[in-house]
């Protein structure tokens, strides 16, 4: 059977790496199906000449066509504009990809070296105040209350989520350390090591944040197989500055939708840069792979965007599938050139250009 992956570029450099993460998928070969691809379209620039920023035949063809797909990003306006609402937070929801799973991961200079930062931030993805369109401020709080109601019964999803993930995939598999120790644990060892933090606000938002809170330790404290995983919590600022002064405290985050998008670039910064972070949007039926950063307008149309986030992306939605395999060589070769370091973009110190990595990497797959 083939595997049928829907490409969506949308807007900015979305367009430029998100071909990458394709050339990448197609040089794998022989330890994944036979691929198809399916071009969508989405995006604000869609919007301004069709009025449309995500049409029903995009979602129609996730929906029935489509295994998987991969998202690149999309230039939302910071000002109201009539008509419009984002692509990518309206994907998340059709499809109820609940969980965004965002993976952060600095390179060591030798493959049997440990990673300084070795975490996933798990993203709660459809609710909070990120999904909701608040056409007067007035309602803000009520629409908070709403969707803290809502949220508890996703955030257990999410948790579970993540959960499950731990239980398919072992931590180190899922972060492509290539060193044979790492490979030999068994999930269930890696497992028993993991230590979740549960990142809120509730001391001031004891409603909303303590909500979802207390829903991720009622899932923990009911299953009897989760009791090898130790949890903590903090307050999303302190977490923020804990991070930057020691990123080797946290294993797994699990956080709002909010706080998950802005502790995930956070952390992108300790690993050097946005453009190597990549996420898989998660639900019980459907994985859509997405670089973490925006549509960069500042670097667009220049050949320079690094294409590493989103080619990660696409293995991340392989091993989410179970093509461990495939996952593994794709991740190899990124780690690979970056360890090398005579080919890499500028936001990470180097001359290289979009193009030249992707060929490096692909040479390497
Ligand atoms: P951004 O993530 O697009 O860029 C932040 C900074 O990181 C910029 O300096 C950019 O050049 C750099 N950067 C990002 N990706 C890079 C890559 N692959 N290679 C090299 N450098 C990279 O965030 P910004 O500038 O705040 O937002 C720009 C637009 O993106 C906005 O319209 C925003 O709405 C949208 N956005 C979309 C997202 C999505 O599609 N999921 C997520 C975040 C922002
Ligand atoms: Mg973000």
């Given at each position: 059977k083939s595997l049928t992956i829907g490409l969506i570029p949308a807007d900015g450099i979305g367009r430029e790496v998100l071909p990458a993460a394709r050339t990448a998928l197609e040089a794998v070969g022989s330890d994944i199906p036979p691929l198809k691809f399916v071009?969508?379209?989405?995006?604000?620039?869609?919007?301004?000449?069709?009025?449309?920023?995500?049409?029903?035949?995009?979602?129609?063809?996730?929906?029935?066509?489509?295994?998987?797909?991969?998202?690149?990003?999309?230039?939302?306006?910071?000002?109201?504009?009539?008509?419009?609402?984002s692509p990518i937070v309206g994907l998340r929801k059709k499809l109820d990809l609940y969980a965004n799973i965002r993976p952060v991961l600095s390179v060591a200079p030798t493959p049997d070296e440990p990673a300084k930062v070795d975490m996933i931030v798990v993203r709660e993805n459809t609710e909070c105040l990120v999904s909701r369109a608040i056409p007067n401020p007035a309602t803000l709080i009520y629409t908070g209350f709403l969707s803290s109601s809502i949220l508890s019964k996703k955030s257990k999803k999410s948790q579970k989520r993540a959960k499950k993930l731990g239980q398919r995939v072992s931590l180190q598999n899922m972060l492509h350390h290539?060193?044979?120790?790492?490979?030999?644990n068994s999930p269930f060892n890696v497992l028993a090591k993991w230590h979740l933090t549960i990142i809120h606000k509730s001391?001031?938002?004891?409603?909303?944040?303590?909500?979802?809170?207390?829903s991720v330790r009622a899932v923990h404290a009911k299953e009897p197989k989760y009791q090898d995983i130790s949890v903590a919590?903090?307050?999303?600022?302190?977490?923020?500055?804990?991070?930057?002064?020691?990123?080797?405290?946290?294993?797994?985050?699990?956080?709002?939708?909010?706080?998950g998008d802005i502790l995930s670039d956070a952390a992108a910064a300790l690993v050097?840069?946005?453009?190597?972070?990549?996420?898989?949007?998660?639900?019980d039926n459907f994985v859509m792979g997405e670089p973490v950063h925006g549509s960069a307008p500042d670097i667009v149309g220049q050949n320079i965007a690094n294409p590493i986030?989103?080619?990660?992306?696409?293995?991340?939605?392989?091993?989410?599938?179970?093509?461990?395999?495939?996952?593994?060589?794709?991740?190899?070769?990124?780690?690979?050139?970056?360890?090398?370091?005579?080919?890499l973009t500028p936001d990470l110190g180097g001359k290289s250009k979009t193009s030249e990595v992707v060929d490096a990497i692909v040479k390497r797959i």
């Open positions: 071009d969508l379209l989405a995006g604000f620039e869609l919007f301004t000449r069709t009025g449309t920023a995500l049409p029903d035949e995009t979602v129609e063809s996730l929906q029935n066509e489509c295994d998987c797909a991969l998202f690149g990003s999309v230039s939302s306006p910071s000002r109201k504009v009539a008509g419009y609402s290539e060193s044979a120790a790492w490979h030999s001391n001031v938002l004891s409603v909303t944040d303590g909500l979802f809170r207390e919590e903090q307050l999303v600022d302190s977490a923020v500055y804990r991070l930057f002064r020691e990123p080797e405290i946290y294993d797994v985050m699990v956080a709002p939708n909010l706080y050097g840069s946005l453009g190597v972070v990549p996420s898989v949007n998660s639900g986030a989103s080619i990660r992306s696409a293995a991340l939605m392989l091993r989410h599938l179970g093509y461990a395999k495939g996952a593994d060589r794709i991740d190899a070769a990124v780690d690979s050139v970056i360890r090398e370091g005579t080919l």
